[in-house]
């Protein structure tokens, strides 16, 4: 038996969402998914699936590439019974906008401390900058 801890099933474009949902329902292999969203809409979707079906459950959060357009603020209205992480939330070196990725990890991860609940990181080439922030 299995549970997926980082899925973006609603992020599988070359799928039918719905079609890959019920084959993830009907394997008794798989016991638990949560499904991690990387920015606002895809975060709502992975609230909406995790509410709908028994097996999935949701993670939050603005993924370094989505930060541009992104309030990371809007994370607090977003969490549900069914939401156990904030994430996918980390830095990534290959863009160049360092100062605005460190700002919405560090509020990202005041989120999570606030609302008591863990992190999903996504660190490209940046583990010994996020060890550091985190050790500050």
Do not use: C
């Not at 994370?75 to 939401?83: E, G, Q, R, V």
């Not at 996918?88 to 509020?107: A, C, S, T, V, W």
């Not at 996020?130 to 050790?135: K, L, R, S």
């Amino acid at each position: 038996m299995a549970i997926d801890s980082h899925m973006h099933i609603n992020s599988i474009y070359e799928m039918d969402i719905d079609d890959e949902i019920k084959r993830v329902n009907d394997d008794n292999n798989i016991k638990q998914v949560i499904n991690v969203g990387v920015n606002i809409l895809t975060s709502t979707e992975a609230n909406d699936i995790a509410m709908h079906h028994e097996k999935f459950y949701s993670a939050v959060g603005i993924h370094p590439l989505y930060i541009e357009y992104q309030n990371a603020s809007k994370l607090y209205n977003m969490i549900s019974d069914k939401t156990v992480a904030i994430g996918e939330i980390g830095l990534d070196d290959k863009f160049e906008n360092y100062k605005l990725q460190r700002e919405y990890l560090i509020k990202q991860i005041k989120i999570a401390n606030e609302l008591g609940l863990p992190i999903i990181i996504h660190s490209n080439n940046s583990n010994k900058k996020i060890f550091e922030i985190f050790i500050s």
